[in-house]
């Protein structure tokens, strides 16, 4: 929880991948044969989207919702089995990477395992019939806390995978299940090894909505009690309202520095741009310059950063979740890709080392972030809106460019540049 995390979590990156998209075969061995390129980016953690069964009836698409599971115990056999999952381990571990499984213990496949042998784990509406809370997840039934043996039961099927060799749990949705069910998860299973939790936390309209409706919804500083991380849909809402052109970025960059302060001391947020259920980011911003900039300060954001598979080649494409529908990993930018590279290397090192973080709006869009540690400062600049011109600045500023290479001077007014700029002043 944020008061005993581990110290190395701020800065660490998180690998997401979805097991039937990644590669043609739609196989673990696609994972297992790029574990090393996975590990150059600079990943820390690599998450796997659920790879269980998926339930046939009210089946969405094709091939299903991962997130409607009909087995927690079992493996799709299209993906693999629990021994080729086990080489995959044993081969993230070899190359110091920690592995994270989704967790979805909200809800079920309709015709799942449990839905047929334990019917009365589930939440049931008036007339006694399974049901759910959100109307649109259709192929699903949620389950039903109030029964004690369900808690023991979900409990044993995360020491199994434990068991097999996973280190930390995405847990989907996770505002939705008991506080209390997540603290004893966490009270029981770290006693074995240091479990690392994630939890999926949802934005503020999706909680207030669900919350009218009469039902129970953790906000992100009540599940800090039982979580690592928890997810920036609260902050990532201001964003989408500013990519739209409802708000102006000045919201968004408010509520970064509000999560600074309602939020338990220590607490993390995992940033992204984009992750499986919201679009590319290349498909949401115009050119390659403005691109990177905003790679840059997702990075340099307080917390975790994620990488959703093929973000770092800009892919503007998002895998369809129901379908069969593989990355095109030849059609990515590889022009961009050494720079992401070289971006994930310097952020982690500046957040590994520093420890106050503070961020102000230059001018429209034009922003500057400082990092500062015991020994080291940084001063990055970022161009986020493409502007161009100069600006006048009531400080001076000498130091290197990091990501150039290159001596940067700034005296009463800056130049601004197209291109991020990272600069160690000390």
């Known amino acids: 929880m944020a008061i005993d995390s581990p110290s190395w979590l701020k800065s660490s990156i998180i690998y997401e991948v979805f097991v039937r998209n990644y590669g043609n075969a739609g196989t673990f061995n696609d994972i297992y044969n790029d574990i090393e390129r996975i590990k150059a980016l600079?990943?820390?953690?690599?998450?796997?989207?659920?790879?269980?069964?998926?339930g046939k009836v009210g089946r969405k698409g094709t091939h299903g919702s991962p997130y409607s599971i009909k087995d927690y115990e079992e493996i799709s056999k299209e993906i693999g089995n629990k021994r080729d999952f086990k080489r995959l381990i044993d081969k993230a571990h070899d190359n110091g990477l920690k592995i994270l499984i989704d967790i979805v213990f909200n809800h079920t496949a309709i015709d799942s395992k449990l839905a047929e042998t334990h019917p009365e784990w589930f939440m049931k509406d008036q007339n006694g019939k399974l049901t759910r809370k959100v109307e649109d997840w259709n192929d699903v039934y949620d389950l039903d806390y109030d029964n004690l043996d369900l808690w023991d039961y979900l409990i044993n099927v995360l020491d199994g995978w434990i068991d097999l060799g996973v280190d930390a749990f995405r847990c989907d949705v996770a505002s939705l299940v008991p506080l209390e069910f997540w603290k004893k998860s966490r009270e029981l299973l770290n006693q074995k090894k240091e479990i690392i939790w994630l939890a999926e936390t949802l934005d503020p309209?999706?909680?207030?909505?669900?919350?009218?409706?009469?039902?129970?919804?953790?906000?992100?500083?009540?599940?800090?009690?039982?979580?690592?991380?928890?997810?920036?849909?609260?902050?990532?809402?201001?964003?989408?309202?500013?990519?739209?052109?409802?708000?102006?970025?000045?919201?968004?960059?408010?509520?970064?520095?509000?999560?600074?302060?309602?939020?338990?001391?220590?607490?993390?947020?995992?940033?992204?741009?984009?992750?499986?259920?919201?679009?590319?980011?290349?498909?949401?911003?115009?050119?390659?310059?403005?691109?990177?900039?905003?790679?840059?300060?997702?990075?340099?954001?307080?917390?975790?950063?994620?990488?959703?598979?093929?973000?770092?080649?800009?892919?503007?494409?998002?895998?369809?979740?129901?379908?069969?529908?593989?990355?095109?990993?030849?059609?990515g930018d590889y022009e961009f890709l050494s720079f992401f590279k070289k971006i994930i290397k310097l952020t982690k090192e500046i957040k590994s080392t520093c420890n106050q973080f503070s961020l102000c709006e230059l001018s429209e869009g034009i922003i500057m972030i400082k990092w500062n540690g015991e020994e080291e400062e940084y001063i990055t600049i970022l161009n986020l809106e493409d502007r161009h011109g100069k600006i006048p600045v009531d400080f001076n500023l000498y130091g290197t460019d990091l990501i150039t290479n290159e001596t940067v001077s700034i005296q009463n007014y800056f130049v601004i540049s197209k291109l991020p700029m990272i600069i160690k002043v000390r």
Do not use: C
Request: aromatic content about 18%; hydrophobic content about 40%.
């Open 42 to 54: 600079g990943a820390d953690i690599l998450w796997f989207m659920p790879f269980y069964p998926i």
């Open 205 to 331: 309209k999706f909680i207030h909505d669900l919350r009218t409706k009469g039902y129970d919804v953790h906000s992100d500083s009540e599940v800090y009690q039982a979580f690592d991380l928890t997810y920036d849909y609260d902050g990532f809402y201001y964003l989408r309202s500013y990519f739209s052109g409802e708000k102006d970025l000045k919201h968004f960059f408010e509520h970064v520095f509000l999560q600074e302060t309602i939020f338990p001391k220590n607490s993390l947020k995992l940033r992204f741009l984009e992750n499986h259920d919201n679009p590319r980011i290349a498909s949401v911003l115009e050119g390659k310059n403005k691109i990177k900039n905003w790679t840059v300060l997702y990075n340099l954001l307080p917390g975790a950063s994620l990488i959703y598979a093929g973000q770092e080649l800009m892919m503007e494409k998002l895998p369809n979740l129901f379908e069969k529908d593989s990355i095109k990993w030849d059609k």
